[in-house]
């Protein structure tokens, strides 16, 4: 998965729970991104670094918070954990300006 | 704001025929355009993408998929398909490039079934 690292693999949350979402990369890449996926849907941006110190939200920020305090980590924040957040969650990596994005394998959580 | 529509959201083919998986979407702006492929239980992978330049675009495994401007379409084919091919497949345009960064809109998906 291109130097890309997420964990867990799997999780399950009660509501109101919060959790972190890692990932790491090997690459020493500036550009980082975290997408959910919904069941028979596309992918959906969330959040995204251009380098570290430097985030910005996506399509779909709400109930989720990230840090960039180095290259490798951009770990995803879920705070209180509602079962609208159920859903498998990406992290990708890109090179530099205009790259292609590589993905993780995944993180899948279902919120009950 | 962007969108993209994939039309089908199942594909059937038999092996040896020809994949065609359509993807529309809207920009106002010219966009950058990409196909992306997903097996089961796995994070997504390139296969082609287009950026300025020759309209029909070549990516791995045999696909390719052209850019039409006046039709806003850029549809993923494949001459013939292989049991392999059988998997999800998203169309792909990016929203708005922020110091360098994809901010990438994605249809719904196709999945794709090969029949032997």
């Known amino acids: 998965n291109a130097g890309v690292t997420q964990t867990p693999k799997f999780r399950i949350l009660k509501i109101g729970q919060s959790m972190t979402l890692q990932c790491t990369q090997d690459?020493?890449?500036?550009?980082m991104y975290w997408y959910r996926q919904d069941p028979g849907m596309g992918l959906k941006l969330i959040y995204y670094?251009?380098?570290?110190?430097?985030?910005d939200k996506g399509e779909v920020p709400n109930g989720y918070n990230v840090s960039r305090s180095t290259t490798e980590d951009f770990p995803l924040r879920l705070e209180l954990a509602a079962p609208s957040q159920t859903s498998v969650y990406f992290c990708?990596?890109?090179?530099?300006?205009?790259?292609?994005?590589?993905f993780g394998p995944g993180t899948r959580l279902t919120v009950l | 704001a962007q969108s993209v529509t994939q039309l089908g959201s199942h594909v059937s083919v038999s092996e040896g025929a020809l994949v065609l998986l359509r993807c529309n979407y809207s920009?106002?702006?010219?966009?950058?355009l990409f196909w992306y492929v997903q097996y089961p239980n796995q994070g997504l992978q390139l296969l082609l993408k287009?950026?300025?330049?020759?309209?029909l675009v070549k990516g791995i495994n045999g696909f390719e998929a052209e850019f039409k401007k006046s039709e806003t379409s850029f549809h993923l084919t494949k001459p013939s398909a292989h049991m392999s091919d059988a998997a999800e497949y998203f169309c792909?345009?990016?929203?708005?490039?922020?110091?360098?960064?994809?901010?990438?809109?994605f249809g719904q998906g196709t999945r794709l079934t090969i029949n032997p």
């Open positions: 287009y950026t300025t330049g020759a309209t």
């Open positions: 690459m020493n890449h500036n550009y």
């Open positions: 792909a345009v990016d929203h708005a490039q922020i110091q360098g960064a994809q901010k990438l809109v």
């Open positions: 990708a990596i890109q090179q530099g300006p205009y790259n292609e994005q590589f």
């Open positions: 670094s251009v380098g570290a110190g430097i985030t």
């Open positions: 920009s106002s702006v010219p966009p950058y």
